[in-house]
Structures are given as structure tokens and as C-alpha cells.
């Protein structure tokens, strides 16, 4: 969508007004063997796509694990090339002296299980798009159900790769606010401080609803064939639609009108022609279906599911999970957030109590403020990781 990436850009060129060098990065991979899910199945080969900015210290105590949204991954932030156009969506936020300074910490980020960008030639995932190794065909649906929880012990088994015994921060945004609140409480010992930015610690009857309505319409295309089309037409119409979906919960209702002003609901077309669509439509749906390119349907419903089973923890007690958690914590939703609504982290933030900090990001962009209006907590981050 050609108002994020301007926006993106906006954000990224303010951010980095003060920074005249150009964080290059690189992608890695981490293997790890026969992983085994949070339900008991076993994965025989995992791969993930990680990278780092800054400089491990000796000690190895200043580690700071960035988690991903949704549909993101680990690209938070610099540049693989000094010519890509774009920085990773956090690069406002991380880099030399800026709130997460990688002049001070060691900065990692990765790929999650199931990855949305499958065919992004700079992800690295494991999910039903890969290639089962005992039948040499596509895991398809074959694929074991994974959870946040599995997010976060791949992460775990790259971090020990690693011989990082603490973390001196996990912060995520939205579906990595997640597993980050699920990191300190799974390994609290090795948590010191988590930031959970538009996130939550339990998915509510609510928004398993709603989530669901991101799967319907993958789960409806013909072409979809219970999750067999590696080897024919792809599902592009539910995809489409899903992502579509996707795109424009994640915005508020200001920011998607202000994006097109132009709007007419007497337009002649749609008025006079019920085939017609509003350009609103087609500005929506086509930079929907521009996405599929890189986007494997398989890999929402996956996404989706993990999401929808969530609750820090993983006993039915939010309350007792929340009770585990022995990091500094920070709550930044954002006000206008119809997606993960602020309620959301203000119920987590209360359960732990005493030591736990909370501050709510505003702006226009709703659930997408945890990206593109981030900067705005950049004074506030930059104590909390000090503290």
C-alpha cells in the first residue's frame, strides 16, 4: 500500500535525521533438530531466518530480543543494502543512539515458525510450504499446529545457541507483544525487562471471532483444496481477501479515510453498476492481492490459529502466569487501537501489579501505531531499558 510505505519512509527518515550512518545487516539461519510443539509433535528440521545489530559484550548481558508482528519478520530494522528502499519497520527506534541503542546492546531478531513471507527471498521459516523431508512433498495441512509458545522456544534454542544465558530486554509489537509476555513468563529467570507494545496477554472469545474471519475466506477458495495446491493454482482469491482483511482492522477509521479523500458514494460507476467497484475497493484489494506474491495462504490459517490459542503461560491461568513474571514490564498500547484495544494490556498490567508500567501510544493509525507511531515512546524506552 503505497500510504504505508510513504508513511514508513516518513517515519524512518525523521527518525533517522540525527543518524547519518546506514545500519547494514545481514540475514542468518538457525537450524534446530527434532523440535517438539507445545502439543507433542515433533518437527524434525527447523529453520529460521535471524539477524543482530550492535555488538554482543563479553559477559554476554546486554542481549535485547525483538519479536514480530503478525505479518512481519526479522527485518526490524537497518538495511540489507544501502540501496533498498525501505529500513526494517523499527528502524526509527533501533540503531546507534537511538532508544534502543545498539551502541549499548546487542540487538536480535528472527523469523518466526510458519512465517507469513515464505517467499520473501530474506525470510527463513519452517511451516506447511516447506518441503517434508520423510515424503519429499509439501507439508500442506500435514504440518503440526504450533503456538506462541513454540515461537518462543525456537527463539530459546537460538538464543542458547548463542551462550546468552539473560536477556536484558524482549520487546515486540502486536503478535510479538506476545510472545514477549509469553517469554517472561516460560523463562522468567532469564528475562530482565519486557515491553509489550499493541499487544495482550490472552486472546478473548472476541478476537478468536474475529481472527477467524482473516481465515474464512482462505479456507473458502476453491483452489485451496484442504491445503493441497503446492502443486496447481494457488488459493489468490481467499488470500487476497484475507489479507485485505488484515490490512484494514489494522488501520482506524481516520487514517483509512484520510487515505482516500476522494471518496464519492454517488460515484457514478458503483451507482449505476452493481460490478462496479469504488476505487476505495480497488485500493485495497489491489495492494491486497500485490502481497500474495510473497505470502503463503497456508501460513495465515497457521498464524491465525497460533494467535487464537494464545494466553501467557498455557495453563488457563492468567492471573497465576502473570504472577510468574519476575521482569520489569512495560505496557504501550495504542489509544486507538480497535484491534488489540488498550483494555487488553491494562488487564495484564494490573494483574502483575506493583513494578509494572504502563503508557498508551497516540495517534491516527490505530493498531498500526505500534509501528509507525513508536517513535513517540522513544524517551520512555530509552529509561525503561536504563532503568
Known sequence: MKILKLLCLTVCLIGNLAFAETLLVQKQKFTTKDFRTFNGSVIDTVNIGWEAYGELNEDKSNAIL?????????????????????????????GPGKAIDTNKYYVISSDTLVNASV????????GPATINPRTGKHYGLSFPVVTIRDFVNVQKAL????????????????MGSMQAID???????????????????????????????????????????????????????????????ITQEAMHPIIFNASNPNHNPLSEGPLNDIYTSYPVVDWLYNAAKARTEVIDANHILYLVRANQTFIAGYNNDLAA???????????????????????????????????????????????????????SKA???????EQ
Open 379 to 385: 524517551e520512555a524506552l530509552t529509561t525503561f531499558l
Open 119 to 126: 517467499y520473501d527471498p530474506n525470510v527463513i521459516t519452517t
Open 66 to 94: 525483538i519479536t514480530h508482528y503478525f505479518t512481519g519478520n526479522s527485518h526490524a530494522a537497518g538495511k540489507y543494502n544501502e540501496s533498498d528502499p525501505l529500513p526494517g519497520y523499527w528502524d526509527a527506534i533501533i
Open 183 to 245: 517469554w517472561a513468563v516460560a523463562y522468567p529467570d532469564m528475562v530482565e525487562r519486557m515491553v509489550s507494545v499493541i499487544g495482550t496477554a490472552q486472546v478473548d472469545a472476541w478476537l478468536v471471532a474475529g481472527l477467524e474471519k482473516w481465515a474464512y475466506p482462505i479456507k473458502q477458495d476453491p483452489n485451496w483444496k484442504l491445503g493441497n495446491y503446492y502443486d496447481g493454482e494457488k488459493p489468490i482469491q481467499g488470500l487476497t481477501q484475507s489479507l485485505a482483511l
Open 321 to 375: 502466569a502473570m504472577n510468574q513474571i519476575k521482569a520489569k514490564t512495560l505496557f504501550l498500547p495504542a489509544t486507538n487501537d480497535l484491534l488489540l484495544y488498550p483494555q487488553m494490556a491494562q488487564q495484564a498490567h494490573e494483574l502483575i501489579g506493583e513494578g509494572s508500567q504502563y503508557e498508551e501510544i497516540d495517534g491516527m493509525w490505530g493498531h498500526l501505531d505500534g509501528i509507525f507511531s513508536i517513535q
Open 159 to 174: 538464543i542458547d545457541s548463542l551462550g546468552i544465558t539473560k536477556l536484558h530486554a524482549v520487546v515486540g509489537p502486536s
